[in-house]
């Protein structure tokens, strides 16, 4: 599996932006897509989460009700689309996936960077 992450850049607080990742490789119907992201000095975190079928999102609470994950079957494309962006989520942002069957993520893309102005 390999995936291609893009979308970073730099915006306001208060703003949006829209991450995605390109998967290829492998069919993905049993595996579960993550975005992680990591600050420096900070470990990696997952922030949201994906079964790819059906399709089942899952959170961290801090990221609750302003990021959205989701993915288009159609495109094998994962997307994190972040809304009401603050400082704090000022990081790089990370895809990985594993199958159902992982304990750990397996694959990784290379990093975005989303920085937050305030």
């Known amino acids: 599996v390999q995936l291609q992450a893009c979308g970073g850049g730099l915006v306001q607080a208060g703003g949006s932006l829209r991450l995605s990742c390109v998967v290829s490789?492998?069919?993905?119907?049993?595996?579960?897509m993550g975005w992680f992201r990591q600050s420096p000095g900070k470990e990696r975190d997952v922030v949201a989460s994906i079964r790819w079928s059906p399709s089942i999102p899952k959170y961290a609470d801090s990221v609750k009700g302003r990021l959205t994950i989701s993915r288009d079957r159609s495109k094998n494309i994962v997307y994190l689309q972040m809304n009401s962006l603050k400082p704090e989520d000022t990081a790089v942002y990370y895809c990985?996936?594993?199958?159902?069957?992982?304990?750990?993520?397996?694959?990784w893309g290379q990093g975005t960077l989303v920085t937050v102005s305030s």
């Open positions: 490789g492998r069919t993905l119907s049993n595996y579960i």
């Open positions: 990985a996936a594993k199958r159902l069957v992982d304990l750990e993520y397996i694959y």
